[in-house]
């Protein structure tokens, strides 16, 4: 049976109360102006229903329950995180004028645990949506300008909490971060991700592929990587340091050239600055480590190496350097010295971007209906566009995994999805099903 979605209603839902006089322009961290304006965070909860002999006039009764619930408690979220019912006013502000919040509701004509047992990742489900048996889809496609990966699991967390109407478990956010992070209206106007990328990015036909890495894959990759530099890996390095040597491989086969690689990996300044950063700091707290890896340097302990190297000067000491009213030039200086790895043409070096979202929580976001059965990264699966090679990685339902979201040049993904070292530790797209008890 072929999936169908049909959208139900489209509204802008508003906060509960209006933001005060004093609040309604929010400053933008220099870190936040890196950030481009068109950027989202597109993430997905499904929430399977548990009981399966409910009455389907029983099953529409409480999906319209839950859904004016959500859109009452989304009111009441907004009105904390007032940002995010505003808008982008320039690349200094957020205007917070209470516009609202863009709502969708859907309805599928299939069982969520229908859709979960699909083969492949080709539909997309881009708003809060009902399914055949009860089971939901909440998705969040929060304005990356507003929150990095941390700060949209708090907003998703208290959004949960506020539809359990436990008003007090809800995560209070900070909005600090232009005082932390000071923004200059001197800071370049092209000194953003994108112009950062720009060197690299291919024009084409682009894929994303889920990989799925389970425990015992990891153990064995730890084992594997382990060495006197670093004898104890961590989950992510070595999942990194497989899908670049893999990512790598695909370029060679497809060019017959072994390029030099560009490996960057978004780091969480929240724990590394002295003091801590609050955990429920909105914004963005990023980072980007940088490890340049030669065509001799592709054994998998080498680049676990690079990665632990790259990400450790991501310390105490730059952070520092990094707030206070000469941060942003600081912050520049580190994006020219990743940006001199870049000889002027995306023909003679690879670029490689890692975001990991692990270890956020996601996993435990209960709206009143049990925690998700299944978390995903929700971008398009094939599009013409141009873009670099890009990996998110994220938990898997049992927390000892990792599910990557790998983004490719088609012909590359065609030459990664045969790679017998990569399908030796990873699974090509495996039910979310298959994965709770794995």
């Given at each position: 049976?072929?999936m169908?979605?049909?959208i139900?209603?489209?509204q802008?839902?508003?906060p509960?109360?209006?933001?005060?006089?004093?609040?309604?322009?929010?400053?933008l961290?220099?870190?936040d102006?890196?950030v481009?304006s068109?950027?989202?965070?597109?993430t997905?909860?499904?929430?399977?229903?548990?009981?399966?002999?409910?009455?389907?006039?029983?099953?529409?009764?409480?999906?319209?329950?839950?859904?004016?619930?959500?859109k009452?408690?989304l009111?009441?979220t907004?009105?904390?995180?007032?940002?995010?019912?505003?808008?982008?006013?320039?690349?200094?502000?957020?205007?917070?004028?209470d516009?609202?919040?863009y709502?969708?509701?859907?309805?599928?004509?299939l069982p969520?645990?229908?859709?979960?047992?699909?083969?492949?990742?080709?539909?997309?489900?881009?708003?809060?949506?009902t399914?055949?048996?009860?089971?939901i889809?909440?998705?969040?496609?929060?304005?990356?300008?507003?929150?990095?990966?941390?700060a949209?699991?708090t907003?998703?967390?208290?959004?949960a909490?506020?539809?359990?109407?436990c008003?007090?478990?809800?995560?209070?956010?900070?909005?600090?971060?232009?005082?932390?992070?000071?923004?200059s209206?001197?800071?370049p106007?092209e000194?953003?991700?994108?112009?950062?990328v720009?060197?690299?990015?291919?024009?084409?036909i682009?894929q994303?592929?889920?990989?799925?890495f389970d425990?015992?894959?990891i153990?064995?990759?730890k084992?594997k990587?382990?060495s006197s530099?670093?004898?104890?890996p961590?989950?992510v390095e070595?999942?990194?340091?497989?899908?670049?040597?893999c990512?790598?491989?695909?370029?060679k086969?497809?060019?017959d050239?072994q390029?030099?690689?560009?490996?960057?990996?978004?780091?969480?300044?929240?724990?590394?600055?002295?003091?801590?950063?609050?955990?429920?700091?909105m914004?963005?707290?990023?980072?980007?480590?940088?490890a340049?890896v030669?065509?001799?340097?592709?054994?998998?302990?080498?680049?676990v190496?690079?990665?632990?190297?790259?990400?450790?000067?991501i310390?105490?000491?730059?952070?520092t350097?990094?707030?206070g009213?000469?941060?942003?030039?600081?912050?520049c200086?580190?994006?020219?010295e990743?940006?001199k790895?870049?000889?002027?043409?995306?023909?003679k070096?690879?670029f490689?971007?890692?975001?990991s979202?692990?270890?956020?929580?996601?996993?435990?976001?209960?709206?009143?209906?049990g925690?998700?059965?299944?978390?995903?990264y929700?971008?398009?699966?094939?599009s013409?566009?141009?873009?670099?090679?890009?990996?998110?990685?994220?938990?898997?339902?049992?927390?000892?995994?990792?599910?990557?979201?790998?983004?490719?040049?088609?012909?590359?993904?065609?030459?990664?999805?045969?790679?017998?070292?990569l399908?030796a530790?990873?699974?090509?797209?495996?039910s979310?099903?298959?994965?709770?008890v794995s």
């Open positions: 049976m072929v169908e979605v049909e139900v209603s489209k802008l839902i508003k509960t109360s209006s933001t005060p006089h004093h609040l309604t322009t929010h400053k961290s220099f870190l102006q890196f481009p068109s950027y989202n965070l597109p997905v909860l499904f929430y399977v229903n548990q009981e399966t002999s409910i009455p389907p006039a029983d099953i529409i009764a409480s999906n319209s329950m839950r859904s004016q619930l959500l009452e408690s009111s009441q907004l009105t904390l995180f007032y940002p995010s019912a505003g808008r982008i006013k320039d690349h200094l502000s957020i205007a917070c004028n516009e609202g919040a709502y969708v509701e859907a309805r599928a004509n969520l645990c229908a859709f979960l047992n699909l083969p492949d990742s080709s539909y997309e489900v881009i708003q809060v949506t399914f055949a048996c009860g089971g889809a909440i998705g969040a496609f929060l304005s990356h300008v507003i929150v990095d990966a941390p949209a699991a907003f998703v967390s208290s959004w909490a506020l539809t359990r109407k008003g007090e478990e809800a995560p209070c956010p900070n909005f600090d971060a232009s005082f932390v992070f000071p923004q209206v001197e800071y106007r000194a953003t991700y994108l112009g950062m720009n060197p690299f990015a291919k024009k084409g682009w994303s592929r889920r990989i799925v425990a015992s894959a153990a064995s990759l084992a990587t382990a530099s670093v004898p104890y961590t989950r070595v999942v990194s340091a497989l899908l670049s040597k990512i790598m491989a695909a370029s086969a497809k060019s050239i390029k030099s690689t560009l490996i960057t990996h978004a780091v969480n300044l929240r724990q590394r600055a002295r003091p801590q950063i609050p955990n429920y700091s914004g963005n707290f990023l980072c980007l480590a940088a340049l030669t065509e001799k340097e592709t054994q998998l302990d080498n680049l190496c690079h990665l632990r190297k790259a990400i450790r000067k310390d105490i000491d730059l952070i350097a990094l707030q009213d000469g941060g942003w030039i600081k912050y200086e580190n994006m020219k990743i940006g790895a870049s000889p002027g043409t995306n023909d070096i690879d490689i971007v890692f975001s979202w692990c270890n956020m929580g996601f996993y435990e976001i209960d709206f009143g209906w925690k998700p059965t299944w978390v995903a929700a971008p398009k699966t094939k013409k566009t141009e873009m670099v090679n890009m990996v998110f990685l994220m938990d898997t339902k049992m927390g000892n995994g990792i599910e990557a979201w790998v983004f490719l040049e088609e012909q590359h993904m065609a030459m990664l999805e045969q790679n017998q070292e399908l530790f990873g699974i090509l797209e495996p979310p099903l298959n994965l709770i």
